[in-house]
């Protein structure tokens, strides 16, 4: 590799266990890859051992560099010494007690080389503790910008173009802690291409001190991360703010739909009657009473697209409870979800459109405007909500294209449960969502085409959103816009072949999902399992 990247790995030093130190440095020293060199920055540590030590480990190899701090400032002012010596094109962070898998120098320098426009590039990783045994591997989705204002999921082992670090102003001390998220999220701001490696070549070393072993071990890294994403989403107008999130180390954007809005909520029914915790109710019509309590900023309308044999007293009821809101229009032909949807769309008037199944109801009173104001960010083409069965197992987290079918990754986790790394307590790109909850402005459900009513039954939706992301939009699932769908678990789907046919001589037949990853699913599967 004659034009091989060369790296700069800054790992900021202070009071360190020395064995684990030296386990450190050795799995640098072990790379194949041999262009680097490793800055190893003192931060004025008590301990008299460090910085001989560290003095030894420059002898034994000239690629080490040792800076000797001559006062304690914290993590982020070592890490800007180690910056202000650096000489490589790139910079690699690597933690004083933490190891660098074997081949990452390499594979991150494959990379680079294939894509000369990369700017940032992370990889997987797992945890390793102080016997040497690894666990908690984390597969990481590709780039998901939405993912990073709500956790700092990137981590480790990053990779930074050093001058678009030193252009952002490098590491910044009033956010310690979290200093790693802060950079992230200004780099990636400028950066042109953000690149996933799917391997875990780097390993968190789990000590009671360490955020790797408990959220609880860092409180005021928490705090540090939410200030770092409110200035980013102040920064860039993504975002009102940010406040902490339900899980730690989880931080939730806050975001306010304007009020010059007007929501379309379509509603596909032919008036159905079902049982819920041991009452029979109307489907549709509880659906739009839930609305008509949700708290939006804009105003409301609801689009019923009924069947010709609805029953007259629902419609009538439909029209007692839904006043001025309420727009019916009667679908006569035979069933076919995509044509209902888009004749509602068609007579509807809002600047976003809802559609919405008849047997979803909202959970909290701002569902409906969670899962709307992501949308004033331009590039967002749809939002998916967090549906919930009556028993409260998840029914919907975002769509899975993948593994030559179509599906619900996360089903049969619980309300309320985080899920693997935080996958359901932070908003975050995926594929697809379901078009039982689905949020989009009116230009952007024309612009596609609407819905394809050659797939009136299976894949509508799976096909809706992959005409999103073709035009170039970012899909969002949206943790906050919990609701009820209330079909049953055991509901088994009918797929016609013709279906099947259609959506993959349309599409091909899918591959790997870029945002939830085959080991993630495996994972999945063990831990409900109890593996």
């Given at each position: 590799?004659?034009?091989?990247?060369?790296?700069?790995?800054?790992?900021?030093?202070?009071?360190?266990?020395?064995?684990?130190?030296?386990?450190?440095?050795?799995?640098?020293?072990?790379?194949?890859?041999?262009?680097?060199?490793?800055?190893?920055?003192?931060?004025?540590?008590?301990?008299?051992?460090?910085?001989?030590?560290?003095?030894?480990?420059?002898?034994?190899?000239?690629?080490?560099?040792?800076?000797?701090?001559?006062?304690?400032?914290?993590?982020?002012?070592?890490?800007?010494?180690?910056?202000?010596?650096?000489?490589?094109?790139?910079?690699?962070?690597?933690?004083?007690?933490?190891?660098?898998?074997?081949?990452?120098?390499?594979?991150?320098?494959?990379?680079?080389?294939?894509?000369?426009?990369?700017?940032?590039?992370?990889?997987?990783?797992?945890?390793?503790?102080?016997?040497?045994?690894?666990?908690?591997?984390?597969?990481?989705?590709?780039?998901?910008?939405?993912?990073?204002?709500?956790?700092?999921?990137?981590?480790?082992?990053?990779?930074?173009?050093?001058?678009?670090?030193?252009?952002?102003?490098?590491?910044?001390?009033?956010?310690?802690?979290?200093?790693d998220h802060d950079l992230a999220l200004r780099?990636?701001?400028?950066?042109?291409?953000?690149h996933h490696v799917p391997e875990v070549l780097?390993?968190?070393?789990?000590?009671?001190?360490?955020?790797?072993?408990?959220?609880?071990?860092?409180?005021?890294?928490?705090?540090?991360?939410?200030?770092?994403?409110?200035?980013?989403?102040?920064?860039?107008?993504?975002?009102?703010?940010?406040?902490?999130?339900?899980?730690?180390?989880?931080?939730?954007?806050?975001?306010?739909?304007?009020?010059?809005?007007?929501?379309?909520?379509?509603?596909?029914?032919?008036?159905?009657?079902?049982?819920?915790?041991?009452?029979?109710?109307?489907?549709?019509?509880?659906?739009?009473?839930?609305?008509?309590?949700?708290?939006?900023?804009?105003?409301?309308?609801?689009?019923?697209?009924?069947?010709?044999?609805?029953?007259?007293?629902?419609?009538?009821?439909?029209?007692?409870?839904?006043?001025?809101?309420?727009?019916?229009?009667?679908?006569?032909?035979?069933?076919?979800?995509?044509?209902?949807?888009?004749?509602?769309?068609?007579?509807?008037?809002?600047?976003?459109?809802?559609?919405?199944?008849?047997?979803?109801?909202?959970?909290?009173?701002?569902?409906?405007?969670?899962?709307?104001?992501?949308?004033?960010?331009?590039?967002?083409?749809?939002?998916?909500?967090?549906?919930?069965?009556?028993?409260?197992?998840?029914?919907?987290?975002?769509?899975?294209?993948?593994?030559?079918?179509?599906?619900?990754?996360?089903?049969?986790?619980?309300?309320?449960?985080?899920?693997?790394?935080?996958?359901?307590d932070v908003d975050r790109e995926v594929s697809?969502?379901?078009?039982?909850?689905?949020?989009?402005?009116?230009?952007?459900?024309?612009?596609?085409?609407?819905?394809?009513?050659?797939?009136?039954?299976?894949?509508?939706?799976?096909?809706?959103?992959?005409?999103?992301?073709?035009?170039?939009?970012?899909?969002?699932?949206?943790?906050?816009?919990?609701?009820?769908?209330?079909?049953?678990?055991?509901?088994?789907?009918?797929?016609?072949?013709?279906?099947?046919?259609?959506?993959?001589?349309?599409?091909?037949?899918?591959?790997?999902?870029?945002?939830?990853?085959?080991?993630?699913?495996?994972?999945?599967?063990?831990?409900?399992?109890?593996?």
């Amino acid at each position: 590799m004659t034009d091989a990247p060369f790296f700069s790995l800054i790992v900021p030093v202070y009071n360190s266990d020395l064995r684990f130190l030296q386990e450190a440095i050795d799995s640098v020293r072990m790379q194949s890859f041999r262009y680097w060199e490793l800055i190893l920055i003192d931060d004025k540590s008590p301990n008299s051992e460090i910085v001989p030590f560290l003095r030894t480990q420059a002898e034994l190899d000239e690629r080490i560099v040792v800076v000797e701090q001559a006062e304690n400032g914290g993590i982020s002012v070592a890490s800007n010494a180690g910056l202000a010596v650096a000489r490589g094109e790139f910079i690699g962070l690597l933690d004083h007690d933490d190891l660098l898998g074997a081949g990452a120098l390499r594979t991150a320098a494959e990379a680079l080389t294939a894509d000369p426009q990369i700017d940032y590039l992370y990889t997987d990783e797992d945890k390793v503790d102080e016997l040497g045994e690894f666990s908690e591997a984390f597969f990481k989705p590709d780039w998901s910008p939405e993912r990073l204002r709500n956790q700092m999921y990137t981590s480790h082992f990053s990779v930074y173009r050093r001058a678009l670090v030193e252009q952002v102003g490098g590491f910044r001390s009033e956010f310690d802690g979290s200093q790693d998220h802060d950079l992230a999220l200004r780099v990636t701001e400028l950066a042109r291409h953000v690149h996933h490696v799917p391997e875990v070549l780097y390993h968190w070393r789990i000590l009671p001190e360490s955020t790797a072993s408990s959220g609880d071990a860092k409180p005021y890294a928490w705090d540090a991360g939410v200030r770092a994403v409110d200035e980013h989403v102040k920064r860039t107008g993504t975002g009102d703010g940010a406040v902490r999130g339900p899980w730690q180390g989880t931080v939730e954007v806050t975001r306010t739909l304007g009020k010059g809005h007007r929501i379309s909520v379509v509603i596909p029914t032919r008036g159905g009657t079902g049982t819920v915790n041991g009452v029979e109710r109307c489907f549709v019509v509880d659906a739009v009473r839930g609305l008509l309590e949700q708290t939006v900023a804009g105003r409301l309308e609801i689009v019923i697209v009924y069947d010709t044999a609805t029953p007259e007293g629902v419609l009538a009821e439909l029209r007692r409870i839904g006043g001025d809101s309420l727009v019916l229009v009667e679908f006569a032909d035979e069933f076919n979800f995509s044509a209902k949807c888009n004749l509602g769309a068609v007579h509807s008037t809002g600047d976003i459109l809802v559609m919405l199944n008849d047997d979803v109801e909202p959970i909290s009173r701002s569902a409906l405007e969670d899962l709307c104001a992501p949308l004033e960010q331009q590039d967002v083409g749809l939002t998916g909500g967090y549906l919930v069965f009556e028993d409260g197992h998840i029914q919907h987290a975002g769509h899975q294209y993948a593994h030559r079918g179509y599906g619900h990754p996360y089903q049969d986790y619980s309300l309320d449960d985080p899920g693997p790394f935080c996958a359901l307590d932070v908003d975050r790109e995926v594929s697809g969502v379901t078009a039982a909850c689905a949020a989009l402005r009116r230009t952007v459900f024309f612009e596609i085409g609407g819905f394809s009513e050659e797939l009136p039954i299976n894949f509508n939706d799976v096909d809706f959103s992959l005409k999103v992301r073709q035009a170039g939009y970012r899909i969002l699932w949206i943790s906050r816009a919990r609701l009820y769908h209330f079909e049953s678990r055991t509901r088994e789907a009918r797929v016609e072949q013709f279906e099947v046919d259609r959506i993959r001589a349309r599409w091909g037949v899918p591959g790997n999902d870029p945002f939830v990853h085959l080991r993630t699913r495996t994972m999945m599967r063990r831990e409900r399992a109890g593996l």
